[in-house]
């Protein structure tokens, strides 16, 4: 690591109704992570190019710290807030600064609008203990691994017309 500057890594939000979702699209052993309520602090090496990457997230409105959590999945970080305000409405950004920072993009696989949240009931149709379980990989030894004999046996593949 030289005297470079750092440079922020890409990140991807989302939100909910209650909770706001980050990743972190780098892959980085040991990052420095620092959940406060009215920002996110991130720091680490990148594993492909060793390159530091540092970004502090100023936030729209503050979020629970303490129930707030994160998970190094290996190729990114992912991390959930919890919002202070349950009955707010959405943030209309991430962050309270009117110009979109370029490092930051929408997560539209995890975004969910108010309109659909209103439509299933409001509120968190997810319990939090399962999404970290599941953010973390969980199953360990116990999860099935996919064996390429799987792939011989695919439907799909059984009588296709021969190319002209």
Not at 63 to 86: D, F, H
Request: aromatic share 8%; net charge negative.
């Amino acid at each position: 690591m030289s005297n470079e500057t750092p440079v922020p890594p890409p990140v991807l939000w989302a939100q909910r109704k209650e909770d706001v979702f980050l990743t972190f699209s780098i892959e980085s052993k040991d990052p420095t992570i620092k959940i406060e309520k009215d920002r996110v602090y991130f720091k680490g090496v990148n594993a492909s190019d060793n390159r530091v990457n540092e970004v502090t997230i100023q936030l729209y409105e503050a979020v629970v710290p303490e129930t707030s959590a994160y998970v190094n999945k290996g190729r990114c970080i992912e991390m959930i807030l919890l919002k202070e305000k349950k009955d707010a409405p959405y943030w209309p950004s991430l962050t309270k600064d009117k110009k979109k920072p370029h490092y930051l993009k929408v997560d539209f696989n995890k975004w969910k609008d108010e309109d659909d949240e209103e439509e299933n009931g409001g509120g968190n149709s997810y319990d939090i203990e399962e999404m970290l379980r599941t953010m973390g990989g969980g199953g360990g030894d116990k999860a099935e691994k996919p064996s390429f004999d799987d792939l011989e046996t695919d439907s799909d593949d059984e009588n296709l017309p021969d190319l002209e």
